[in-house]
T-cell receptor, first 113, second 113 residues
Framework: KQEVTQIPAALSVPEGENLVLNCSFT??????LQWFRQDPGKGLTSLLL?????REQTSGRLNASLDKSSGRSTLYIAASQPGDSATYLC????????????FGQGTRLTINP | DTGVSQNPRHKITKRGQNVTFRCDPI?????LYWYRQTLGQGPEFLTY????????KSRLLSDRFSAERPKGSFSTLEIQRTEQGDSAMYLC???????????FGNGTRLTVT
């Protein structure tokens, strides 16, 4: 059974710092991995999607990497801003049971001005 | 692209009552998903539609839950005889293909008293 873990559960950093959020998964048989952002009381906003054949994806100040063989992904945020404060969730689409994303519990990020 | 729309945003109901939620996906997306999210956790898969066909259901979806997607457009999720344990955020998502990013709505927050 696929399990996704995100560590740490919460992170607080000063504005301007570069930071890395971690995601690990137990089964490397995946189609893709997706990173989402969730603001309090809201739905999820898709940030980046990495196909299993890709190593990384970039969008603006965000860069996500995928090491499928070791079951790890990282989300790198450059020059953090207070507006980046949110919960960040990663999710994998497993090859078996491909219609359901399996989510981690998320990392709650706070950027202090 | 007007995004995924969910109604109502909030629903408070008494235990034992029935509730129904509606989801309007992005118009050209034929795949529609329902997820449930409790506080501090990642979303959990409930069910999946491709067009009007419900192709997968989670074991989380007890007999009290039913979902429909008539005509392959909007979808409804009904919970009968609600219990306090049903209190959660119910999220709807859509996508055009299996390997595309999921687009989530802002969810319906259900509180069962």
């Amino acid at each position: 059974k696929q399990e996704v873990t995100q560590i740490p559960a919460a992170l607080s950093v000063p504005e301007g710092e570069n930071l890395v959020l971690n995601c690990s998964f137990t089964d490397s048989a995946i189609y893709n991995l997706q990173w989402f952002r969730q603001d309090p009381g809201k739905g999820l906003t898709s940030l980046l999607l990495i196909q299993s054949s890709q190593r990384e994806q970039t969008s603006g100040r965000l860069n996500a990497s995928l090491d499928k063989s070791s079951g790890r992904s990282t989300l790198y945020i450059a020059a953090s801003q207070p507006g980046d404060s949110a919960t960040y969730l990663c999710a994998v689409r497993p090859i078996q049971g491909a219609q359901k994303l399996v989510f981690g519990q998320g990392t709650r990020l706070t950027i202090n001005p | 692209d007007t995004g995924v729309s969910q109604n109502p945003r909030h629903k408070i109901t008494k235990r034992g009552q029935n509730v129904t939620f509606r989801c309007d996906p992005i118009s050209e997306h034929n795949r529609l998903y329902w997820y449930r999210q409790t506080l501090g956790q990642g979303p959990e898969f409930l069910t999946y539609f491709q067009n009007e066909a419900q192709l997968e259901k989670s074991r989380l979806l007890s007999d009290r839950f039913s979902a429909e997607r008539p005509k392959g457009s909007f979808s409804t999720l009904e919970i009968q005889r609600t219990e306090q344990g049903d209190s959660a955020m119910y999220l709807c998502a859509s996508s055009p293909t299996q390997n595309s990013p999921l687009h989530f709505g802002n969810g319906t927050r259900l509180t069962v008293t």
